[in-house]
């Protein structure tokens, strides 16, 4: 079974700062998706960035990026320039072409200070 | 606007009175599924809907049934619940081509004393 796991239940980071969550993961699937969803307070899920594995190129939008790493089995995010906003928990989540099970980590939760 | 409704958003009940979480979208999705978020645990799926009538067990099914009669809804049922099912409950759904993205609703927080 495929497992996720965020190994750091929280961090905070200095407002325009940069700062990396991590995040691994078990599977013996080729073909999968990546994902880092943020949940504000609001508790909404909402979509930061995905990769897909074949692509060696790590995605990025804005001022946030992945650092994908197939082989290593590791997905990081990194936030750069960091806003207030930012504050919330993050879930990194994977899914397989061949399963319809979102497996999610335990969660990071992020606070970024003025 | 493409979204994912659930309701209600909050809820406290006693053990053992039947409820009902709805879920509806708008985005014409196949797959449906029904989540619980508890603190240290992450999202566990409770059950997912490939299309109308089909539906499957998730990581932790107990206590929950769910039906697909139409394509845009997949409500939650908590036949007698219990004060272990206590949660942050998300419903989301995707298309089932493309990148496997997931909308969610807002959440649904339940209490059950």
């Known amino acids: 079974a495929q497992t996720v796991t965020q190994s750091q239940p929280e961090m905070s980071v200095q407002e325009a700062e940069t700062v990396t969550l991590s995040c691994t993961y078990d599977t013996s699937e080729s073909n999968y998706y990546l994902f880092w969803y943020k949940q504000p307070p609001s508790r909404q899920m909402i979509l930061v960035i995905r990769?897909?594995?074949?692509?060696?190129q790590n995605a990025t939008e804005n001022r946030f990026s992945v650092n994908f790493q197939k082989a290593a089995k590791s997905f990081s995010l990194k936030i750069s320039d960091s806003q207030l906003g930012d504050t919330a928990m993050y879930f990194c989540?994977?899914?397989?072409?061949?399963?319809?099970?979102?497996?999610f980590g335990a969660g990071t939760r992020l606070t970024v200070k003025p | 606007e493409a979204q994912v409704t659930q309701n209600p958003r909050y809820l406290i009940t006693v053990t053992g009175k039947k409820l009902t979480v709805t879920c509806s979208q708008n985005?014409?999705?196949?797959?449906m599924s029904w989540y619980r978020q508890d603190p240290g645990l992450g999202l566990r799926q409770i059950y997912y809907s490939m299309n109308v009538e089909v539906t499957d067990k998730g990581d932790v099914p107990e206590g929950y049934k769910v039906s697909r009669k139409e394509k845009r809804n997949f409500p939650l049922i908590l036949e007698s619940p219990s004060p272990n099912q206590t949660s942050l409950y998300f419903c989301?759904?995707?298309?089932?081509?493309?990148?496997?993205?997931?909308?969610f609703g807002p959440g649904t927080r339940l209490t059950v004393t």
């Open positions: 989301a759904s995707r298309s089932m081509l493309g990148s496997y993205e997931q909308y």
């Open positions: 985005m014409n999705h196949e797959y």
């Open positions: 989540a994977f899914i397989s072409y061949n399963n319809n099970d979102m497996r």
């Open positions: 990769q897909e594995a074949y692509k060696q």
